[in-house]
């Protein structure tokens, strides 16, 4: 078994128990061919970098699942023949997933929660911070862009433009050649 | 006769920020992440300029081709 992730573009013009029912429907097919979701997440109706069908906007839908590539196959052929699928992605997360373990890994998980929602309840033990733990493996990438995003921006930035000013007198005729979008004032 | 000028190498950030700070997970799913690796008009900037080291560059490659797939990131940012 392998573990598989798609993501699809769905119209955002579809109301949203419209899009609920599609989202189920993958999601059954994904059942009915042996195998086993892990989550569905909906990303909102985001902005396209470039337009799709005409249209600047999508709904994103993220499917992971677990199962064989001739599932992959039927997944990706409902994807096709439904109209209001703009674009989809399906990429292999893992070659080897052991599913039992992927169960019993959840199952901990739900038990870790149930536990922390009585604790919550009945408040003052050790296993409050449970679901604080749980969570820190999103928290870093969740942090992080607005962090770094920067930086990096402005570190090319300024690299390029030194070396264009390193160009321009000796190589004008040459860094034209090679690079002509980069210097818009002098086309 | 214009004698050909040893080029001076341009400055660039000499470590790779993936090994750097290994807490930056790259996925295709983060455009924003991905972002700073490419022009402004879209492409993807060379390892020669970002400093990444090479397994960082090819991972980074294959993302942001991904993103480009699903729209997450242009394939191209045409001039105006």
């Not at chain 1, 033990?125 to 493996?137: F, H, M, R």
Request: proline content about 7%; charged content about 30%; overall charge neutral.
């Amino acid at each position: 078994m392998r573990r598989y992730e798609s993501v699809i573009i769905l119209n955002p013009e579809l109301p949203d128990d419209e899009i609920v029912g599609l989202t189920d429907r993958f999601g059954n097919v994904i059942k009915s061919n042996g195998g086993e979701i892990i989550k569905i997440e909906d990303w909102g109706s985001k902005r396209l970098a470039y337009q799709v069908n005409k249209k600047d906007k999508g709904r994103y839908i993220l499917f992971d699942y677990v199962g064989s590539s001739a599932l992959v196959k039927e997944v990706e052929r409902q994807f096709k023949i439904t109209e209001d699928v703009m674009k989809f992605l399906s990429v292999k997360l893992d070659e080897d997933v052991n599913l039992e373990a992927f169960k019993a890994a959840a199952q901990k998980e739900a038990e870790a929660k149930a536990v922390a929602a009585t604790e919550a309840l009945a408040p003052g033990a050790e296993e409050s911070t449970e679901p604080a733990e749980a969570q820190p493996a999103e928290g870093p990438q969740v942090a992080m862009p607005a962090a770094t995003e920067q930086e990096p921006i402005a570190a090319t930035e300024q690299g390029r433009q030194e070396q264009e000013s390193e160009e321009s007198p000796a190589e004008a005729s040459e860094g034209q050649a090679s690079s002509p979008e980069q210097k818009p004032e002098e086309v | 006769m214009a004698k050909p000028q040893r080029r001076r190498p341009f400055p660039r950030s000499k470590v790779c920020r993936f090994c750097a700070d290994p807490s930056i997970r790259m996925d295709y799913k983060e455009p924003n992440i991905l972002r700073a690796f490419i022009t402004e008009r879209g492409k993807i900037i060379p390892r020669r300029i970002s400093g990444n080291c090479a397994k960082h560059q090819r991972q980074l490659t294959a993302c942001i081709k991904r993103a480009r797939n699903i729209a997450l990131l242009p394939f191209t940012v045409p001039r105006r």
